[in-house]
């Protein structure tokens, strides 16, 4: 189950909205991820983890993820900050006033 939220600055107003996960493509992924962790292109920690447990499991949304954002630069294209991974206890910031910004009721879940 994939979820979504909307998060909004009760100082000036601004919303944005803040999807999370892939849905019914995770199956997908996951083989598709494990295969290329056990081929090595997704680096040698998870390569040996593979060779030391072949029938581990791991949490291919966040390893494709993870990996899609180390390889490309994540810069915000009007104010030119580094973009960065939002860590559960995070608080984000309004870009606009500078402001906490707060997940609202609106919550979407989907599969």
Known sequence: MESGHRLKCNQCGYTFICMNGIGKLYPKVYTDTVQRA???ELGSEIKQFFADYPYG????EQVTFYKAYKKY????SKCGE???IVTDNEVVMCPKCNSPLEST???IMWD
């Open 82 to 84: 580094k973009m960065h």
């Open 73 to 76: 630069p994540h810069k915000c």
């Open 105 to 107: 009721i609106e919550f």
């Open 38 to 40: 056990k081929d090595g």
């Open 57 to 60: 499991a791991i949490n291919a």
